[in-house]
């Protein structure tokens, strides 16, 4: 099967692929109080409920974000197992193969499938245990099985080698130390591919992106519980929800790397944590936003490689923590 074809099946898949179920709920709540706020509290601080007027119980029908587990398998190798929004699988593989350094270009991936697992003898098909696999039906479960080029493929052997030697935690020892944080070095002063450097995102376009991301974030209006990393690339916004925003990270990366885009600017929903800063610095990106706080370690990083970073951005403001320059 061609990629293309493989593209378009992994897009029916997921276009029918759930993300957000229906779950009966029972919500408790107080709707009213005689007592005036003082004397709600003293009542609550003296071990009484006398002050509550009104109990109430709210029984509805809400929804949830699927959360699925996500197995990559690359040239018959089980690589990973990633929890993560059954959407966009196509570009979540290829963002994650490029995060992990294991890709440099999207052509790097000659082929792939993804199949949904969603009975045992889904299950047996794809593992050689003879332990029961009745309790895998509690779980979305689709398997990526990944074909790469030879260079690549000895890139996942070397690492494989290197894996085999770990014990106990898994992440003991400077060989795990050094893959857990990777040497950037080699893009250093390089974060964008543009022959001109990109200019601090203004207030303005950061609240107009903003707005935008609000009104089209429709999987977290619905439950409450994704993050989304979204671009404006030729006027166009385009958004990756997942519930991890990692995730969310890479499927914007994949997409990325196939439509061969250059963009100034990504925007996440959540913190800014140092693997996402390890992403965009990979991807040569200039700027990456936040709607919540960096980490200390993420605008070292950042401020070392030469990624702008900014973080707070609400309603009327954001901060600049990285990348500041006052003539722009």
Known sequence: ???????????????????????LTHKHYYSKTKNTKNNFDESLSAGSISAIDEFDIDSQQASLAVEAAVSIVINGIHYA??????????YLAVGFLFSEGLIDHSRDLLDWDVTQLTDSASFAAFSDSTQSLE??????????????NQRCHQRIQAQKRQLAGRTGCGMCGITGL???LPDLSAYQGSVTS??????????DT??????????AQHTHQLTGAVHAA??????????????????ALDKLIGWQLRQKADIDCVVMTSRLSIELVQKSIRMRLPWLVGMSAPTSTAVRVAERYGLGLAGFLRQDRVTYYAGYDTSK
Do not use: C
């Not at 543009?194 to 200019?199: A, N």
């Not at 950061?206 to 009104?215: F, N, V």
């Not at 006027?235 to 925003?245: A, H, I, M, N, P």
């Open 1 to 23: 099967m061609s990629i293309d074809t493989n593209l378009e099946t992994a897009r029916a898949l997921t276009s029918v692929s759930p993300l957000s179920r229906h779950h």
């Open 81 to 90: 197992v990633l929890m993560a929004s059954p959407q966009q699988l196509e």
């Open 135 to 148: 309790h895998l039906l509690d779980y979305d479960i689709y398997v990526v099985e990944l074909v790469l």
């Open 178 to 180: 050094a893959q857990a």
């Open 194 to 203: 543009h022959s001109k450097p990109s200019l601090r995102p203004e207030l």
């Open 206 to 215: 950061l609240l107009a992106i903003r707005a935008k991301i609000d009104m």
């Open 230 to 247: 979204a671009t404006v690339y030729e006027g166009q916004l385009y958004l990756f929800e997942d519930v991890g925003r990692h995730n």
